[in-house]
Each structure stands twice: as structure tokens, then as C-alpha cells.
């Protein structure tokens, strides 16, 4: 079985959904600590003069970074739903697309939940319905594991505790810290993503932006188009 694990991320970009998609579990690791600046809590779009823009969510900040991300309580629903609706709507109203995505993506604004994981995990199952991913989910603190590990070592435990021969790795700050040969003498073999973003027309006048949420391709492309191309690049990816 072949295995991906991540923190959850709000409207995560395109290669997060890829590799959920490319593998046959995903484990949500909710008893992590929130890393600052990081798509545990915000993500990226484009505006229409090439801004970078921000959906943040507002969480409540007594030790946030020491605390399990999973009891972090989110604040001032209101305020950074209506902040974010307000980002969107100006960067892609001009899109053709914009309110069959807006419809899919509105049960975000709509349910207050009390925690920001809850949030973030809504915000994924919105994209994993619209892309129709089918691979199962699973909370790391559903898990028996030592709570002690850590880094490598933790994802090792998660690969154990679910029974993966195989752990499907990103190549970001993971490359770093993960011993491989470690994960072979315990029978796991770690295969590396290689993900190609697909490459489309984004409006407004400035070249392309690479590495959005997967709402940016969305409400430019539309439901059925940005699944092909979503759907196309996993293709390819899974061939390699």
C-alpha cells in the first residue's frame, strides 16, 4: 500500500491534491504544531495586476505554534470569511466560471466550525469532490504511534501503524530529514513526487503564477476543464 502524509492545508494547490490522488491512503497530520506562515492556516492567489493575495484564516494565538494543530480554535469567523469573499470576488469575477465555482466553494463561508483544522480539512474535501478524489483519508490521531517521534521518524511510525510498503514523498523540507535507508530496513520504500504544473490562461494582464490554491485554476478554467487538466498531470505523474 502506498501511502501519502501531510499536514492539512485550506485550498491546497494543485500537487497536494496530485499526490492525495496518486496514492492509496492519505493521512491528515492533525497533532503537529502550526508552522508559521504556512498553508496550515493560509494560501495563495493571484490578482488580476499579478498581487499576490492571501485567504488567511484568523485562529486564536495563545501558544498557537506549541499547541497540536488540531486544538487550535479558529476566531472572528465573520471577519476573515468576509475578508476572503472580498479577495475573491475581486481577483476572479471577470472570469466566465466564477459562479459555478463560487457555488462549490461557498459551504466554506457558510459553516462556522470551532476548530481550524475542521477548516482546513473542509477546504480539501470541497476540492477532493470537485476533482473527484476517491482516495481515503485518515487522522494521524486516529493512530497508535509514539508520541515522541518526530520528523522522519514520525512519518516512519504513521507508515507502521497503517501497514504502507511504500511512502510517497514530496520533494520539499521532507528530502532533508528523511532517512531512506532507514525506511528500507524497515521494509517502507520512498518514492518521490514529480509533479509538472499544468500551465493555463489566468486573467489579467501578467505572465503565469505557478504554486496557487486550485481555487486560481478553477475559477479560471472552470469545473470541467480544470478536472481534465488536473486529472491529465496525475496521468503523467503516475507513468514516470
Known sequence: MTVAIHQPHYFPWLGYLAKMACVD????????????RSCMIRNRIVDTD??????????????????????????????????QKGILIHAYKKCPYFDEVWNAIAPIFHTEHEFLCDVTIHSIQ??????????????????EIDSSLKRGKLILGICKAVGADT???????SMQYLDVEEFER????????????????QVGN????????????LFNLGVDKARELF???V??????
Not at 511512502?167 to 523540507?173: K, L
Not at 517502507?188 to 499544468?198: D, E, I, K, S
Not at 496521468?235 to 514516470?240: A, P, S, Y
Request: proline share 3%; with cysteine; hydrophobic share 35%.
Open 231 to 233: 486529472w491529465d498531470s
Open 25 to 36: 491512503q492519505f493521512i491528515y497530520m492533525d497533532t503537529v504544531q502550526l508552522e508559521k
Open 50 to 83: 499579478g498581487q499576490i493575495r492571501y485567504l488567511n484564516i484568523t485562529c486564536e494565538k495563545n501558544n498557537h505554534y506549541e499547541r497540536e494543530y488540531r486544538e487550535l480554535r479558529i476566531q472572528d469567523f465573520g471577519v476573515w470569511t468576509a475578508r
Open 126 to 143: 470541497i476540492l477532493r469532490d470537485i476533482f473527484r478524489i476517491d482516495t481515503p483519508v485518515v487522522l494521524q490521531s486516529n493512530l
Open 235 to 240: 496521468g503523467k505523474e503516475m507513468d514516470l
Open 206 to 217: 501578467h505572465p503565469f503564477v505557478t504554486g496557487l490554491s486550485a481555487l486560481d485554476m
Open 167 to 173: 511512502y510517497f514523498a514530496g520533494r520539499g523540507a
Open 186 to 201: 524497515e521494509g517502507v520504500r520512498v518514492a518521490y513526487q514529480n509533479f509538472n504544473h499544468p500551465v493555463y490562461g
